[in-house]
């Protein structure tokens, strides 16, 4: 019962946090965006066969429902009349509008790029000074979703305040279209967006830019671990444990409405092994990060794609009661190191992984007054029996297999190098 109440009080207390309050990414947005596989190389074709491609593989019935039309589809200047961005006629001769209508008619939605700065990281123009044109025009386009960057921002940034100002100004630009318009704030953790942007945006990058590398340390990355709350340098080409590692600490500032973004999902987009990218699946989903595929969807792999579609992992990312994973505990172990982090869910369930950094084979105990320590617990939490479901196994063609109970310890689980085990637990009668 205490447990329960807890569960309610938590639920209350999120529901009465300042927040932007448009109605959208009541779950941590997910989709497909184009940055990763084609950069600038875009035009209506990649967007609508992208599109197509995320029905076809079953992805959209999913979730995944976000078509993400990133930088470089603009055109090169304003109208110097009205101040309005178009969209590059070459690259899209049926206008965005017509993109943008047929994404919908397959019951799907659409995000646009730009950038909090005079010109975007692709050197085109951008937003700064001009947020309510383009949060108008994106309105009157039909889109869904803004992923607004932090390129060129003319030296507007340095503390929270210059920061949240900069920012501010294209939510209440967005908020007064009338149009409910995700807006995912790409900031890389810059001046801290956790402590202003959940008032004023759905979603903040807390990192520099993913790359397709596990583990390790990159000087075009200078922060890590702690260091990323409040790194002057956010860099790119970071790892998946080093994002990890600056976000651990965060999910205590997300909430229903507002998440923690750790950047677009690397599956099937380069050098991680399978094993890896199932690590990365399931962490990004126990942090209700988005779910942003940057594949390309016309030649992933199929073991990847079965990856993105574990409906168990996706499901524990999607659940309403959107309570971030916390860390329990981190061991070092050759190598790397062992962790276990758990994540309240609906209805008294809770989800657990435990993730292998290291190169060798693990193997550990997991106690349950470990993972149920402190005053949010009682001890029939810990002492209690769960009925356990492997999410990376399969009952028939549906992920998640029942695999037994346990009462006190789940005994001798076994992590392969950078692998991960994650289950889902409900308190057996």
């Excluded at 044109?133 to 607004?148: F, M, Q, R, V």
């Excluded at 990058?205 to 260091?227: L, N, V």
Aim: charged fraction near 20%; charge should be negative; proline fraction near 3%.
């Amino acid at each position: 019962m205490y447990r329960t109440l807890t569960k309610t009080a938590i639920v209350g207390l999120l529901g009465s946090v300042a927040a932007l309050n448009n109605g959208v990414a009541i779950t941590p947005q997910m989709g497909w965006n184009s940055w990763n596989t084609f950069a600038c190389d875009i035009d209506q074709d990649v967007i609508l066969q992208s599109a197509q491609k995320l029905v076809d593989l079953g992805l959209r019935d999913l979730g995944y429902n976000y078509v993400g039309i990133d930088d470089c589809w603009q055109a090169d200047a304003r109208d110097p009349d009205t101040n309005k961005l178009s969209y590059n006629m070459d690259k899209f001769p049926d206008g965005i509008k017509s993109v943008a209508d047929q994404i919908h008619a397959q019951e799907m939605k659409v995000g646009i790029y730009s950038s909090a700065g005079t010109q975007t990281c692709g050197q085109n123009p951008a937003s700064l000074g001009y947020e309510t044109e383009d949060a108008t025009s994106y309105a009157d386009w039909g889109i869904d979703l803004l992923k607004y960057d932090n390129c060129f921002n003319q030296g507007q940034a340095g503390n929270q305040k210059l920061s949240y100002d900069r920012y501010n100004a294209m939510s209440q630009a967005l908020n007064a279209t009338g149009r409910p318009i995700v807006y995912a704030m790409c900031n890389w953790g810059e001046d801290s967006p956790w402590k202003f942007a959940p008032t004023i945006a759905n979603s903040w990058r807390t990192t520099g830019d993913i790359t397709d590398k596990f583990t390790g340390e990159d000087a075009r990355c200078p922060c890590k671990g702690d260091e990323g709350l409040d790194c002057p340098l956010a860099g790119y080409h970071c790892s998946v444990t080093n994002i990890l590692e600056k976000s651990a600490s965060l999910g205590q500032k997300a909430h229903t409405g507002a998440w923690n973004d750790l950047d677009s999902l690397e599956v099937g987009v380069g050098n991680l092994t399978a094993t890896q990218s199932k690590s990365h699946f399931t962490m990004w989903a126990f942090m209700k990060s988005p779910l942003m595929i940057g594949a390309n969807l016309d030649t992933i792999d199929d073991e990847s794609l079965e990856i993105l579609r574990n409906k168990a992992v996706i499901d524990v990312n999607q659940d309403k009661f959107g309570s971030t994973a916390r860390r329990v505990w981190k061991r070092q172990v050759g190598d790397g190191d062992l962790q276990l982090w758990l994540a309240a869910l609906s209805g008294d369930v809770y989800a657990i992984a435990v993730l292998n950094t290291s190169s060798q084979q693990q193997s550990t105990a997991v106690r349950f007054d470990e993972v149920f320590r402190g005053i949010d617990y009682e001890d029939s939490d810990r002492q209690g029996t769960y009925n356990l479901i492997d999410m990376w196994q399969k009952d028939g063609d549906a992920w998640g297999l029942g695999v037994g109970n346990a009462t006190g310890t789940l005994e001798d689980v076994q992590v392969e190098p950078f692998g991960v085990m994650a289950y889902r637990l409900t308190k057996s009668a």
